[in-house]
């Protein structure tokens, strides 16, 4: 089992159990040196300044875009996009390539199960558009059976939109086949990789998905970084997202010409010492070791979820298995609101998350208006899990109910 609960400052000497990193993961020490070193050392506008700490400072970010794009598998630097978050990639692609590319009469599916963050943009851009927007419906385990994925894409598909990994389920989603699928009718495939870039190891000529977006805090990384990929060929025929200062290659009092990729995409001043601490957290996690990583998490899934299991007002949604859930344990207790739950936990300082995890849709598929979810990640031990089960086999006679 990894022991690396003294690399995180935060977990330090406390006696909180955190078990909510599907929302934001904690830093290590080494993501927070790297960004004080970057604001200590070199900080200065970069990819603009003639002078040394303004070249030190570009240097830096045009390193960490290597890393992103080693990390995904991308085949050029210039195909990672730097953004703020999943939310912010996702967005781009909306605002950009469907705007410029939907028509009425194309179709975006979506899956049921998506994150706000993958629905919302798609449903301004139909509604932009004139495009329809069309649901890949999942079974309540949240599986997508192969004859309800195909005969969901159809002549009219112009976009397939499908998170790689549910924020409620944890399992790994058919990405691949998604997206021979979306192929097969020439349309193009997004992945939201917000939840699977922490757990698995992501390669994208594999996937063979055309967008792939994912959010630094997920993965130890700082907040307020995140990428999105594309080929080349791709991000070259799309328009900009936001204008502004960096990203032009000229501009007259009427109009404007834009930068190479990926400064097109990236107007203003960049989140410089963010991409950096990105860079760190992912060379963390490499020498951590995914597979060690997940060895490690399901170890502890399986753990939680036995245990959850054998309590009978417990019900846990997905996956009977461990190895099917990245982490994720959402579940609901017999009589007991989910707020409820969260907020006895956090009485024994416990932190778990309560609501409908901006996944109102597949709320309302499950027929539940809100869930708990606990998460799990390379910092947690059995302890953690042992209290987080301890606090709750507790609850329902602590809500004046009966075992
Ligand atoms: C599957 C999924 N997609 C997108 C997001 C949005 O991420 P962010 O808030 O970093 O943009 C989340 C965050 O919880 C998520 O779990």
Redesign the pocket.
């Known amino acids: 089992m990894l022991d690396l609960r003294n690399d995180f400052p935060i977990l330090r000497g406390t006696d909180v159990v955190y078990l909510d990193s599907?929302?934001t993961a904690q830093r290590p020490a080494c993501v927070i040196e790297a960004e004080r070193v970057f604001n200590d050392t070199h900080n200065a506008n970069p990819l603009r300044g003639l002078y040394a700490w303004s070249m030190e400072a570009t240097d830096a970010y045009e390193h960490a875009r290597q890393t992103v794009a080693d990390f995904v598998g991308a085949k050029h630097a210039e195909e990672i996009v730097f953004t703020r978050?999943?939310?912010?990639g996702l967005n781009l692609i909306a605002y950009t390539w469907a705007m410029a590319n939907l028509k009425p009469g194309d179709e975006v599916l979506v899956t049921v199960m998506e994150?706000h963050?993958?629905l919302l943009p798609w449903q301004l851009a139909c509604e932009r558009t004139g495009a329809t927007l069309r649901f890949l419906e999942c079974t309540r385990d949240g599986l997508f059976p192969e004859e309800a994925m195909r005969a969901a894409v159809t002549e009219r598909t112009r976009l397939v939109c499908m998170?790689h990994?549910?924020?409620v389920y944890g399992r790994v989603n058919p990405v691949e086949r998604m997206a021979e699928l979306a192929h097969s009718v020439g349309a193009l495939m997004v992945c939201?990789a917000?939840?699977s870039a922490p757990h698995i190891p992501l390669d994208v000529q594999k996937l063979g998905v055309d967008f792939l977006v994912f959010?630094g805090?997920?993965l130890c990384g700082p907040m307020g970084i995140?990428a999105l990929w594309a080929r080349l060929e791709l991000l070259e025929a799309m328009p900009p997202f936001l204008r502004g200062g960096e990203m032009i290659e000229y501009v007259t009092r009427e109009r404007a010409t834009w930068a190479e990729v990926p400064h097109k995409f990236e107007a203003g001043t960049v989140n410089a010492a963010g991409a950096v601490g990105l860079e760190a957290a992912i060379h963390y996690l490499q020498a951590a070791g995914l597979d060690a990583v997940e060895a490690h998490v399901n170890a502890l899934t399986d753990r939680a979820l036995k245990a959850m299991q054998a309590m009978p007002h417990i019900h846990v949604i997905g996956s009977d298995r461990a190895e099917e859930h990245s982490g994720i344990l959402t579940f609901t207790v017999d009589d007991v609101h989910p707020h409820d739950i969260a907020a006895i936990l956090d009485s024994d300082k416990v932190c778990i998350r309560a609501g409908h995890h901006?996944a109102q849709p597949l709320m309302k598929h499950l027929g539940v208006g809100s869930t708990a979810r606990a998460s799990i990640y390379l910092y947690n031990n059995t302890e953690d899990v042992d209290r987080f089960l301890d606090s709750l086999s507790s609850l329902r006679s602590r809500m004046g109910y009966g075992e």
């Open positions: 599907a929302a978050n999943t939310t912010e994150h963050s993958n998170g990994v549910s924020n939201d917000a939840q959010s805090h997920k995140g901006c």
